[in-house]
C-alpha cells in the first residue's frame, strides 16, 4: 500500500511539473505567447556544420507552433503564427557565413519563390551581424503581420508576407534542411 502511494505521489508531482526543453545544455520552455496566440513547443534540434571529419555544432533552434505538429507540408503551409529560436553554441559565426547560409538555404527550398522575394532576402540578410557564442535569434511569424526578426535582444524589424515566411521556415523544415537531424528534431521525431 505504501508503495502505491509513493507512486502516486511521484506521479502527481511530474504530472503539475512543467517540464522546459533542453538540447546541448540550452533550456527551450514549452510555451512561448506571441501577440494573443500561445505556442507550443513542437521540437528541438541542433545544426551540425560538417566541416572534413569533424561536425561543428553551430545552434541549437526549437521550434513553437499553436499545436503539435509533424508534417514539413502542413506547417509550412499554414497561415498561423510560428516561432523559430536559435541559441548559437560555436564561439563566432560571422555575418558573410550567416548569409552564406541563408542564401543556400533559400535556394535549396525555395527557389520557386526566389525572384519574387529578393528584397524581402535583402532585408533580411541586413539584420545580421556575428553571433556568438550565448546569442540568440527568435524569427517569428505573425499572420497579417509578417516575420519578426530579433538578434541579441534586439527588435530588427518586420518582413511582410506569408510567401516570405513560407520560404524562411523551408530552409529548416523544406526538403534540403542544413541537416536532417535538424530538421527531425524540429519536427519532434
Known amino acids: 500500500m505504501r508503495r502505491i502511494v509513493c507512486l502516486v505521489l511521484a506521479g502527481l508531482a511530474l504530472g503539475t511539473t512543467a517540464v522546459a526543453g533542453q538540447i546541448e545544455g540550452v533550456v527551450f520552455p514549452d510555451q512561448v505567447t506571441v501577440g494573443t496566440a500561445n505556442l507550443t513547443l513542437n521540437g528541438m534540434g541542433v545544426r551540425v556544420k560538417k566541416i ?46 550567416l548569409l552564406e547560409a541563408w542564401k543556400e538555404g533559400f535556394e535549396n ?27 540568440v535569434a527568435v524569427l517569428t511569424y505573425i499572420p497579417g503581420e509578417g516575420t519578426k526578426v530579433e538578434i541579441k535582444g534586439q527588435a530588427m524589424g518586420v518582413i511582410p508576407g506569408a510567401e516570405f515566411a513560407s520560404a524562411l521556415f523551408s530552409i529548416w523544415l523544406g526538403p534540403k534542411p542544413p541537416n536532417e537531424a535538424l530538421k527531425n528534431g524540429l519536427l519532434g521525431r
Open 52 to 97: 572534413a571529419f569533424i561536425g561543428i555544432k553551430v545552434y541549437a533552434a526549437a521550434l513553437y507552433l499553436p499545436a503539435k505538429q509533424t508534417d514539413p507540408a502542413k506547417i509550412l503551409a499554414a497561415d498561423e503564427p510560428k516561432q523559430l529560436v536559435m541559441h548559437f553554441l560555436y564561439k563566432e559565426v560571422s555575418k558573410d557565413k
Open 109 to 135: 527550398n525555395a527557389r520557386p519563390s526566389l525572384a519574387a522575394l529578393q528584397g524581402s532576402m535583402a532585408t533580411f540578410d541586413g539584420y545580421w551581424s556575428d553571433m556568438k557564442r550565448d546569442d
